[in-house]
């Protein structure tokens, strides 16, 4: 807890237009290196009846200062104290993009196994278990930023906009390096989870093998199925927008089955 005379701990999640009257909450988890920035277009976009709060990790803008994390088991530990600190009743959704997608579907299994109130939806973009792309990563430790940047680079896991000046690299390789060092951390156990799952994807990511997306529909007793829209591994940039609209269908849909 942060005393008074003690330094004050940056948020986990943080939303531009928090507001009390939404009926709905929406998670955002970012990509590999990623910051709550990724997601600050949302709020303005997505339906009035949804709150958006983006995941801000350790090591990066307001917390550079902080650690960041090399072990998948503490990060989750951590997120599920920090999420459900968040909650007040509400449902809520969790959406994931990438890196984002494996702390989004881990973290709904753990909210779930412990006894948590868990999402009504949870949103996966770009990843799926048993991906190449994934194991490709297991070596990241022991490489340096160079091999680290040509590596994730085959598999278009950067975006294009990443700086490459000197002074820019070197305060983002510690946050994409230990992203990547936690996906490598993560061990598949075909884990489920009792909330609906919707999948999104590009039609040109290359780390998506074809048919790689339907792997969620073994992972949850309601599959809404796989939506894929032109572009990379970051096609999501151009389509923020048919993607909220997507979330929220399912989520009224929900919300509605159970009124």
Same mark, same amino acid.
């Given at each position: 807890m942060t005393t008074g005379t003690g330094p004050r701990r940056a948020p986990w999640f943080s939303s531009p237009d928090p507001s009390l009257d939404a009926e709905a909450q929406l998670f955002l988890f !970012?990509? #590999?290196?990623?910051? @709550?920035? %990724?997601?600050?277009?949302? #709020? #303005? %976009?997505?339906?009035?009846?949804?709150? &958006?709060?983006?995941?801000?990790? !350790?090591?990066?803008q307001e917390r550079l200062d902080e650690p960041v994390f090399t072990r998948i088991e503490p990060l989750l530990a951590e997120l599920q104290e920090a999420l459900e600190a968040e909650l007040d009743g509400r449902p809520y959704v969790v959406f994931g993009h990438s890196f984002g997608a494996l702390l989004a579907y881990r973290l709904t299994v753990e909210i779930e196994r412990n006894g948590g109130q868990g999402p009504e939806l949870l949103g996966v973009s770009g990843w799926a278990p048993g991906l /190449?792309?994934?194991?490709?990563?297991?070596? /990241?430790? =022991?490489?340096? =930023?160079q091999q680290i940047l040509d590596r994730v680079a085959e598999f278009g896991l950067i975006p294009d906009e990443v700086p490459v000046s000197r002074d820019m690299l070197a305060a983002v390789m510690p946050s994409l390096r230990g992203d990547f060092v936690v996906a490598a951390d993560y061990t598949e156990d075909g884990a489920? /989870? @009792? &909330? !609906?799952?919707a999948a999104y994807g590009g039609t040109s990511d290359p780390t998506l093998e074809p048919g790689a997306l339907e792997a969620w529909a073994g992972l949850t007793p309601e599959f809404l199925g796989a939506t894929e829209f032109p572009g990379d591994h970051f096609y999501l940039f151009e389509h923020a927008l048919a993607v909220q609209n997507s979330l929220d269908r399912h989520l009224r849909r929900r919300l509605a089955a159970r009124a």
């Open positions: !970012p990509h #590999a290196g990623g910051t @709550s920035l %990724t997601y600050r277009m949302w #709020a #303005a %976009t997505v339906s009035s009846g949804i709150e &958006c709060r983006a995941l801000q990790l !350790p090591g990066r /190449v792309a994934s194991k490709e990563l297991e070596g /990241v430790a =022991d490489m340096t =930023d489920a /989870v @009792s &909330c !609906p799952i």
